[in-house]
C-alpha cells in the first residue's frame, strides 16, 4: 500500500515537471518524439534514417537515454546532428527531471524537431511524461505476432508503431498481418508503419506522416496518459 503511494506521488510529480518541459518546448517552437521500444528493436538506427530523410528541412537535435555508454549519442553526432547523452545508471527510463537537467547542456532554442530516444525497455518508459508531444514505439517484427496483446501497454500509449526489420519477415515465421492486427485490436487509433532501416522500405511514408503531424501540432498534442502499470513494476 505504501508503496502505491509512493509511485502515485513520484508520477504526480513528475507530471509537473513535465507540463513545465512541454511548455518551454512550446515556447521554444520544438516538435519533440518520444521514441520507445524494448532494447535493440531499432530506435537509434530508425532515427539515422529519420534525420537522413528530414534533417535537409528540419533542423532537429536528440536527446540519448541509455543506461551506460554514449553508443547511441555518437551515431547520431556522426550525421552532424546535435545530441546530449543522459545516462540513467540502472533506471530503465528517462523521467521529466532527467530531460530538465539535460536541458542545461542541451540547448533547444532554434530546433523545429527534437527527439528522445528513451532506454531500451517496454514496459516501464511509458509511465514517464517527459512533456513530449508525441509518443512512437518501434517494434522489431521478429519478437513476435503475439507481443502487443501479451505486452499491450506501450502499444496502446502511442501514436504510430513503427514494425521494423521488415527485411527479416522472409527468414522468419512471423505473420505480419497478424502482427498489424494484433496492434489495431490494442489500439485502434495507432498509426502503423512497415519499415526497414536496412533496405528503407517504408521510412518515406513514416516521415510523411511526421511532418504531418508537426504542422497539425495546434490541433493534436500529446494523449492523455495513464498509469497504466501497476505500482512497483519492473525498473
Ligand atoms: N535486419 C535489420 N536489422 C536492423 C534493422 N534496424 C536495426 N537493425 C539492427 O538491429 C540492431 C539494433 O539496432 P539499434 O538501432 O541499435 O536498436 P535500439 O533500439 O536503438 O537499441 P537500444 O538503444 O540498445 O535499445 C543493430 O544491429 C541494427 O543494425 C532493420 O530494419 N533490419
Ligand atoms: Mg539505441
Same mark, same amino acid.
Given at each position: 500500500?505504501?508503496?502505491?503511494?509512493?509511485?502515485?506521488?513520484?508520477?504526480?510529480?513528475?507530471?509537473?515537471?513535465?507540463?513545465?518541459? =512541454?511548455?518551454?518546448?512550446?515556447?521554444?517552437?520544438?516538435?519533440?518524439?518520444?521514441?520507445?521500444?524494448?532494447?535493440?528493436?531499432?530506435?537509434?538506427?530508425?532515427?539515422?534514417?529519420?534525420?537522413?530523410?528530414?534533417?535537409?528541412?528540419?533542423?532537429?537535435?536528440?536527446?540519448?537515454?541509455?543506461?551506460?555508454?554514449?553508443?547511441? %549519442?555518437?551515431?547520431?553526432?556522426?550525421?552532424?546532428?546535435?545530441? *546530449?547523452?543522459?545516462?540513467?545508471?540502472?533506471?530503465?527510463?528517462?523521467?521529466?527531471?532527467?530531460? =530538465?537537467?539535460?536541458?542545461?547542456?542541451?540547448?533547444?532554442?532554434? &530546433?523545429? &524537431?527534437?527527439?528522445?530516444?528513451?532506454?531500451?525497455?517496454?514496459?516501464?518508459?511509458?509511465?514517464?511524461? &517527459?512533456?513530449? !508531444?508525441?509518443?512512437?514505439?518501434?517494434? @522489431?517484427?521478429?519478437?513476435?505476432? !503475439?507481443?502487443?496483446?501479451? *505486452?499491450?501497454?506501450?502499444?496502446?500509449?502511442?501514436?504510430?508503431? &513503427?514494425?521494423?526489420?521488415?527485411?527479416?519477415?522472409? *527468414?522468419?515465421?512471423?505473420?505480419?498481418?497478424?502482427?498489424?492486427?494484433?496492434?489495431?485490436?490494442?489500439?485502434?487509433?495507432?498509426?502503423?508503419?512497415?519499415? @526497414?532501416?536496412?533496405?528503407?522500405?517504408?521510412?518515406?511514408?513514416?516521415?510523411?506522416?511526421?511532418?504531418?503531424?508537426?504542422?497539425? =501540432?495546434? @490541433?493534436?498534442?500529446?494523449?492523455?496518459?495513464? %498509469?497504466?502499470? @501497476?505500482?512497483?513494476?519492473? =525498473?
Amino acid at each position: 500500500m505504501h508503496r502505491v503511494e509512493v509511485e502515485k506521488n513520484t508520477l504526480e510529480a513528475n507530471g509537473r515537471i513535465a507540463a513545465e518541459n =512541454r511548455a518551454l518546448f512550446k515556447r521554444l517552437g520544438a516538435f519533440v518524439v518520444n521514441v520507445m521500444s524494448a532494447p535493440g528493436a531499432g530506435k537509434t538506427s530508425v532515427l539515422e534514417q529519420t534525420i537522413k530523410l528530414m534533417k535537409e528541412n528540419h533542423k532537429i537535435g536528440v536527446i540519448e537515454g541509455d543506461l551506460h555508454t554514449t553508443i547511441d %549519442a555518437d551515431r547520431i553526432s556522426a550525421l552532424g546532428v546535435d545530441s *546530449y547523452q543522459i545516462t540513467t545508471g540502472t533506471v530503465c527510463h528517462l523521467d521529466a527531471r532527467m530531460i =530538465r537537467s539535460g536541458l542545461q547542456g542541451f540547448n533547444v532554442e532554434g &530546433l523545429d &524537431l527534437l527527439f528522445i530516444e528513451n532506454v531500451g525497455n517496454l514496459v516501464r518508459p511509458v509511465e514517464f511524461d &517527459l512533456g513530449e !508531444d508525441s509518443r512512437v514505439m518501434v517494434f @522489431s517484427v521478429v519478437e513476435g505476432a !503475439d507481443k502487443p496483446r501479451k *505486452y499491450p501497454v506501450m502499444f496502446h500509449e502511442v501514436e504510430a508503431v &513503427l514494425l521494423n526489420k521488415i527485411d527479416l519477415v522472409p *527468414y522468419s515465421e512471423i505473420d505480419l498481418p497478424k502482427l498489424m492486427s494484433n496492434v489495431l485490436d490494442v489500439n485502434p487509433e495507432a498509426r502503423i508503419f512497415p519499415v @526497414s532501416c536496412r533496405t528503407g522500405a517504408g521510412l518515406g511514408r513514416w516521415t510523411k506522416w511526421l511532418e504531418a503531424r508537426i504542422h497539425s =501540432r495546434a @490541433s493534436g498534442g500529446a494523449r492523455a496518459r495513464s %498509469a497504466a502499470c @501497476s505500482a512497483g513494476g519492473e =525498473r
